[in-house]
């Protein structure tokens, strides 16, 4: 199976690419025609994050001719940790164009095509058709099951990977007679089951790891050599450094590609994936204290009992002093709070203390509330000094 | 003794680090071992299995020996591999970071 413009006489190499690529050119299951698939190659990386950049760098790299990258975000500090294609130079740019200067700094023969916007289902099939592959770096279910679908109905190839904490999981979905991701996963979990990174955290390296897997599974699709992760799910676990190889079988019964397909057209994938109101599941319904208040009745004296439902190592990080029960032990744990005392329980976005103020009351707790915004609103608005993480 | 992998979202819930290892009487089945492992870790109820109906979620697979178990009857017998405990039984969750 060979992806992409067939006809590649037209692809010619100049000298100066011919020395560029040498060590691929030397190699039979490369040599020139294999170069000249790649140079007429068109990939798209969807997200310019953990994923994107090794998988954008190599493939720079390596003479695909012509990269679509597609990130809506700025640079931040957070990034850094693993997102290489960007430096602490670029923190507040668009990552699009941070990661399209560093492309040209390695290759300036690559084609880079920017598209600073949300994939949306409003602009993927259009997008989509105009590259041979995509290659799915993105960071939430929702844009994971719309990159899927918009794969499937354009016939593109889904160069996946995914991860969490010290663990990824890929494939190639949606490749010709392959399973598509919703073979796999028909429905995807209920908000807040799954962490994301930011809450879970991640090993720098490993969206490396998973990168590079992505980028090879791209390389050999344009060549058509060895044998693509097509029907195949890799997972792999970075802290037993252990690589898993699953079988995966197409479904009959998969709405999007199987024999009576129900999705023909994209959907609203924040419906589909019940994010409405993600930032913080049940805010609305739990009370809540602001950071600027909370300060001024600390200073006034106020009986507040503050507590602090984050993980002991977050803690470590930063603290505002308050009394830790992680919101996992909070149940077996109440008898250590006085029902008696008004309590503002704090996380470190909101969305954790939210859960465990709507616990407390299920269980008859009156006077208790939620830090809005959680220790990094308490940072933003009170005290610059407590970092964020 | 039974191999079982969690999903890296359930070992949290579960605190558990790697595998878990689990004692099933009776025939090994995707049941027998999903209802030993709940009856150890409680908290696990409703995150693989529903809760009302008791069928796999359909955002985790059963796999052993490379082969995807996921729509085997529940009360099929698991490989022998993974009844001698050669091979754990995994379930594997979605993730979606990047």
Redesign the interface.
């Known amino acids: 199976m060979s992806v992409g413009n067939q006809n590649v006489t037209a692809e010619r190499l100049t000298n100066d690419e011919i020395l560029r690529y040498s060590r691929h050119l030397v190699m039979p299951e490369v040599g020139m025609e294999g170069q000249q698939r790649l140079k007429a190659a068109r990939v798209l990386c969807v997200?310019t994050?953990?994923?994107?950049s090794p998988v954008a760098l190599y493939l720079a790299a390596a003479g695909v001719g012509t990269l679509g990258l597609m990130d809506f975000d700025v640079v931040d500090y957070t990034n850094l940790q693993r997102q290489i294609i960007h430096t602490t130079n670029d923190v507040g740019r668009p990552k699009v164009e941070s990661a399209a200067e560093k492309i040209a700094a390695i290759n300036p023969l690559v084609n880079v095509r920017k598209f600073e916007a949300r994939l949306s289902s409003a602009n993927a099939l259009e997008i989509f058709r105009e590259f041979d592959i995509v290659a799915?770096?993105?960071?939430?279910?929702a844009t994971?099951y719309l990159v899927n679908d918009a794969c499937v109905l354009t016939g593109k190839p889904n160069v996946y990977?995914?991860?969490?904490?010290?663990?990824?999981?890929a494939s190639v979905f949606a490749a010709a007679d392959g399973p598509c991701y919703r073979c796999?996963?028909?429905?995807?979990?209920p908000p807040g089951?799954?962490?994301?990174?930011a809450e879970?955290g991640?090993l720098g390296i490993l969206?490396g790891l998973l990168g590079l897997i992505q980028a090879t599974e791209v390389i050999k699709l344009i060549l058509g050599s060895g044998e693509p992760l097509v029907g195949r799910?890799l997972?792999v676990d970075a802290m037993?450094m252990r690589f898993?190889?699953?079988?995966?079988?197409k479904s009959a019964e998969c709405p999007v590609c199987g024999l009576n397909p129900t999705v023909t057209e994209l959907m609203d994938y924040d419906e589909f994936c019940g994010v409405r109101g993600e930032e913080a599941p049940g805010a609305a319904a739990v009370p809540e204290i602001q950071p600027e208040e909370l300060k001024r009745r600390l200073e006034a004296g106020e009986d507040i009992f503050v507590l602090d439902v984050r993980e002991p190592h977050e803690y470590q990080v930063c603290n505002l002093g308050g009394y830790l029960i992680p919101v996992?032990q909070l149940a077996e744990r109440v008898g250590e709070l006085d029902a008696s005392r008004e309590i503002v329980a704090h996380c470190k976005g909101g969305v954790r203390s939210a859960k465990a103020v709507e616990f407390l009351r299920g269980v008859g707790f009156t006077k208790v509330a939620s830090l809005a915004g959680g220790i990094h609103a308490w940072s933003d608005k009170v005290d610059p000094t407590v970092p964020k993480y | 003794m039974i191999r079982v992998v969690l999903p890296p979202n359930l070992r949290s819930l579960a605190r558990v680090n790697g595998e878990v290892q689990i004692d099933v009487a009776g025939q090994v089945t995707q049941r027998a071992v999903l209802d030993a492992l709940e009856d150890r870790y409680p908290v696990l109820r409703g995150t693989i299995r529903d809760h009302v109906t008791q069928r796999r979620r359909p955002f985790v697979r059963f796999f052993a020996c490379e082969q995807d178990l996921s729509h085997e009857p529940p009360d099929t017998a698991l490989p022998h591999r993974v009844v001698e405990g050669d091979e754990p039984f995994l379930i594997v969750g979605a993730i979606a970071g990047g």
């Open positions: 997200g994050g953990g994923l994107g799915d770096g993105t960071d939430n279910f994971r990977a995914s991860i969490f904490r010290f663990e990824g999981q796999l996963y028909p429905e995807p979990p089951l799954v962490p994301s990174c879970g991640v969206p799910l997972l037993a898993r190889e699953l079988r995966l079988r996992g």
